[in-house]
């Protein structure tokens, strides 16, 4: 998997996104950004992506996207859970047509039996209320895991959200 696949899912995604006149936003964690960038690394991208939530620490995903800290307590913030609520407090922040949210374990360190190196959950919420979430474990080193995670990001925003 290569940064040009990422690179022409944001061309995709966005020619839909405009075909629909649609705005997406993105809440992230483990990738740091990184969804945001390959969005924004399409020219013409200011005609449906105007902000992003880099929610690193528990604290940032409370205060920018009113994730509740009951739900990092009970579940942590590499949950489905907590990526649910990321989505919903990104799309309500940014007003945003659709949201994506990413939290997961990268690695090298931070893994357990339960979430492993290389879990990483996803969060997708829509303005008809929907939210979708899912959790995939991926291989490699931390970059190959959040390169992973932003290509997964971007074409399930396009096969589910994208492509109806």
């Known amino acids: 998997m290569t940064e040009n696949k990422l690179h022409q899912l944001s061309i995709e995604v966005g020619a839909a996104l405009k075909a629909r006149d649609f705005w997406v936003t993105c809440a992230e964690s483990c990738t740091g950004g990184w969804v945001a960038k390959a969005l924004t690394d399409v020219a013409g991208s200011s005609a449906w992506f105007d902000r992003g939530f880099v929610t690193y620490s528990n604290a940032a995903k409370r205060e920018m996207l009113d994730v509740s800290d009951a739900t990092l307590?009970?579940?942590g913030a590499v949950s489905e859970q907590v990526v649910r609520e990321m989505a919903?407090?990104?799309r309500y922040a940014a007003g945003a047509n659709l949201a994506v949210s990413i939290s997961g374990i990268a690695g090298p360190d931070g893994g357990s039996e339960a979430k492993p190196v290389g879990t990483v959950w996803f969060g997708f919420a829509d303005n008809d209320g929907r939210i979708y979430a899912h959790k995939e474990v991926f291989s490699g080193n931390r970059?190959?895991?959040r390169l992973q995670a932003a290509v997964f990001a971007l074409q399930t925003l396009l096969d589910e959200f994208l492509k109806k």
């Open 73 to 75: 307590k009970e579940f």
């Open 88 to 90: 919903r407090g990104a």
């Open 143 to 145: 970059e190959a895991v």
